[in-house]
């Protein structure tokens, strides 16, 4: 009878809902198929777009991060994906596609092991394995450019770019855009930092009317009456970059002043006039053409400014005040006491020009540039997005491979070839872990059967033909991958399909940490009412 009298020990919520064993890691695995079934498609220069309406915004795009990023993807497990799709993304710039792809084939694998009874754990530890073994066969397989010249180099640079813009929507114009993006990351100096490239769209003209400044460009701000009187057009301007407010404030936002005679009250505007004119003749006499400020800049300095033939222009984006801070070599100024000659920078010319509907300011021929703006043009909306990412993705990689000149083969190749080291290992050991490596080895051929199955052609008979080449030919075969253009195979170092190796790197150790992360998982608590919208309750 003493049984029936314990009460129940309940340690979770009520409503919370706890799926565990092996079951809740299939489960897991399942969700993230289905992502990865969604943007397989995508991968390649065959690859279709996916069109995805949020919130009444339509994306049109292939770009693996960005598809991964709209899905609004709630399944926690399959969120891994995601994360790995925008840590590609932010490191590396391409491979978004390839890092979800791959990372759902070897889940795939692991789902077999699972449902024939092995362990999670042990999956785990050859999967991690496979890919220290990957990476290292990389570093020695990779061809590294380091001794080219330098015209050599800028081809070499422009290859990788193209590369990347292959699978995009501006296809059509890889090379224009590739070169585009070489010129623009060789303008930023030391350090490559990618902010210092703006990138600017403009509605309207041909995708070939996009064109590079050798500084910066940004939209006319918003501006005050006397803007028209200012001089549009300045060769060798000297500009002084401000953080500063220049406009005359309502006395009720400041302070509360308690006057005994009404007299007093004029002093007091006299003296906020006598501050503000005091700032614009410091202004004038540093000897500035051109003055930018981060804050506001009001109809009575910008007057001011228009008397004295200066060009002025406030509200100005952070993230140009900074790019002209490195473009121009001058310093951001919180105030205008003791302006030395020092902290004004220069360019070689200034415009404000129509692009389209839009007006321009145009700081060109910066000497000392660490910085760059690009101008998309095109007709749709759409389109001139999809751009803007591309142009991202190769930059980012042009960025990358500056830094790193080793460079492997794409179309597959790659992964064919640490298919086949991976298999002569596995026969070299015995156990279960070769079983898992042979499989985690079979998992990296997703790459090129997608990239021919989405070129149409047969998956079966190119894998054959890549297996046998890189079986038999040795060294004269390893880069053989799949040419999705004429639906065969091809040499693809020979024929300049080059990805940097930091690329393959990442995505191979991103995927692998991915699969092992949700194959360690065997429990998901969840609470059905913490994901309810908050009521009135108490």
């Known amino acids: 009878m003493s049984q029936f009298m314990r009460p129940n020990i309940i340690l979770l919520k009520e409503g919370t809902d706890a799926s565990q064993g092996k079951a809740q890691i299939i489960s897991n695995i399942n969700a993230c198929q289905a992502v990865v079934g969604v943007i397989k498609t995508t991968l390649g220069p065959r690859g279709m777009d996916k069109l995805i309406e949020n919130n009444g915004e339509t994306t049109i795009t292939n770009d693996g991060a960005t598809v991964m990023k709209k899905l609004n993807i709630c399944h926690p497990a399959a969120k891994i994906l995601v994360d790995i799709a925008k840590a590609q993304d932010n490191e590396v710039g391409d491979g978004t596609t390839s890092v979800v792809v791959l990372a759902g084939e070897i889940l795939k694998e692991a789902k077999n092991f699972l449902e024939d009874g092995l362990v999670g754990p042990q999956i785990i530890k050859g999967f991690r394995t496979a890919c220290q073994l990957c990476l290292t066969k990389l570093e020695d397989i990779a061809v590294d450019l380091k001794e080219k010249t330098n015209e050599e180099k800028r081809s070499m640079l422009i290859k990788c770019a193209e590369t990347t813009l292959n699978s995009k929507l501006v296809a059509d114009y890889k090379t224009f855009f590739a070169k585009m993006s070489v010129d623009a990351v060789s303008m930023l100096g030391e350090d490559l930092t990618v902010s210092a490239v703006g990138i600017k769209k403009v509605s309207g003209g041909s995708v070939t009317d996009t064109m590079l400044i050798e500084g910066v460009a940004f939209k006319k701000t918003f501006s005050y009456a006397g803007f028209e009187q200012q001089p549009k057009k300045f060769t060798n301007p000297k500009i002084l970059l401000l953080n500063l407010e220049l406009e005359l404030k309502a006395e009720k936002d400041n302070a509360e002043v308690r006057l005994t005679d009404p007299d007093q009250y004029q002093?007091?505007?006299?003296?906020?006039?006598?501050?503000?004119?005091?700032?614009?003749?410091?202004?004038?006499?540093?000897?500035?053409?051109?003055?930018?400020?981060?804050?506001?800049?009001?109809?009575?300095?910008?007057?001011?400014?228009?008397?004295?033939?200066?060009?002025?222009?406030?509200?100005?984006?952070?993230?140009?005040?900074?790019?002209?801070?490195?473009?121009?070599?001058?310093?951001?100024?919180?105030?205008?006491?003791?302006?030395?000659?020092?902290?004004?920078?220069?360019?070689?010319?200034?415009?404000?020009?129509?692009?389209?509907?839009?007006?321009?300011?145009?700081?060109?021929?910066?000497?000392?540039?660490?910085?760059?703006?690009?101008?998309?043009?095109?007709?749709?909306?759409?389109?001139?997005?999809?751009?803007?990412?591309?142009?991202?993705?190769?930059?980012?990689?042009?960025?990358?491979?500056?830094h790193n000149t080793k460079i492997v083969g794409g179309g597959g190749a790659v992964e064919m070839e640490l298919s086949r080291f991976l298999r002569e290992y596995a026969r070299s050991i015995t156990g279960k872990q070769q079983l898992v490596i042979n499989y985690f080895a079979r998992a990296l051929e997703v790459i090129p059967r997608t990239l021919a199955q989405n070129s149409?052609?047969?998956?079966?008979?190119?894998?054959?033909?890549?297996?046998?080449?890189?079986?038999?030919?040795?060294?004269?075969?390893?880069?053989?991958?799949?040419?999705?253009?004429?639906?065969?195979?091809?040499?693809?170092?020979?024929?300049?399909?080059?990805?940097?190796v930091v690329v393959k790197m990442s995505a191979l150790s991103a995927a692998t940490e991915a699969a092992c992360l949700i194959l360690s998982i065997d429990e998901t608590v969840t609470n059905p009412k913490s994901e309810q919208p908050a009521g009135g309750g108490p």
């Open 456 to 500: 149409g052609a047969d998956s079966t008979l190119i894998l054959n033909q890549l297996r046998q080449k890189h079986a038999v030919d040795g060294l004269a075969g390893r880069w053989f991958g799949v040419d999705c253009i004429e639906c065969g195979i091809t040499d693809c170092v020979a024929n300049y399909i080059w990805e940097p």
């Open 267 to 402: 002093s007091i505007v006299d003296a906020e006039w006598n501050i503000i004119y005091e700032k614009l003749e410091l202004i004038a006499n540093s000897g500035a053409n051109v003055v930018l400020s981060r804050l506001a800049i009001g109809d009575l300095a910008t007057q001011y400014f228009a008397d004295r033939n200066i060009f002025c222009a406030g509200r100005v984006d952070q993230d140009d005040l900074e790019r002209m801070r490195r473009a121009t070599g001058g310093e951001v100024q919180t105030t205008v006491q003791g302006v030395q000659s020092t902290v004004l920078g220069t360019c070689g010319e200034f415009e404000e020009k129509q692009i389209g509907a839009e007006r321009y300011n145009l700081f060109m021929q910066c000497s000392n540039t660490k910085s760059s703006t690009i101008l998309i043009r095109g007709g749709a909306e759409q389109f001139i997005e999809e751009a803007a990412r591309s142009l991202n993705d190769s930059i980012m990689i042009v960025r990358r491979a500056m």
